[in-house]
């Protein structure tokens, strides 16, 4: 069973306030946690192609607060040229937002993971679901996940 340092019966702040989110953005670094310590035995090549997003045709998909974990106090970077996801370093080589990186950034979506033979599907399933919860107190009327670079788009669109 994963240490929780969310408790549920501490009482909700008012949804939306700043407080929820602090609470929420917390939340979302411990599932974070969770699935660091569930891929520890896993590797990859740190190649940087499965941040190639428009080659790979294939993105992470975030619930809102992994969202505004990765962009609260940062500028939105500009797009890349190649189609890369647009956190990427100048080279194209490395994640500049490492630390908050989204949680299908962590659990590698990419066939060239190295590791035990099998992944860790059921406590992947259940660091989702309390993804979803946190997503869901903080906007319940959000209808899923999106796509990384839809959620750069939207963002882009709204700035000044
Ligand atoms: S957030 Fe970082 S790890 Fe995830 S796709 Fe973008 S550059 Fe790659």
Do not use: H, N
Not at 16 to 33: F, I, P
Not at 101 to 120: K, S
């Amino acid at each position: 069973m994963w240490k929780q340092d969310w408790d549920e019966d501490d009482g909700e702040p008012p949804p939306g306030g700043s407080r929820a989110w602090e609470r929420a953005l917390r939340e979302v670094r411990a599932v974070y946690r969770q699935a660091d310590a569930a891929y520890a035995p896993f590797s990859c090549p740190a190649s940087g192609e499965c941040c190639q997003l428009s080659r790979t045709q294939r993105q992470p998909w975030l619930w809102a607060p992994e969202w505004k974990l990765l962009t609260t106090g940062r500028e939105l970077p500009p797009p890349r040229a190649d189609g890369g996801c647009p956190f990427l370093d100048a080279a194209g080589l490395r994640c500049t937002v490492y630390a908050d990186r989204p949680f299908g950034c962590r659990t590698f979506f990419c066939e060239r993971i190295r590791g035990p033979a099998r992944q860790p599907a059921e406590a992947v399933a259940a660091m989702l679901e309390r993804l979803e919860r946190v997503s869901r107190r903080m906007e319940p009327t959000l209808t899923g996940p999106r796509p990384i670079l839809e959620w750069y788009s939207r963002t882009q669109t709204q700035a000044p």
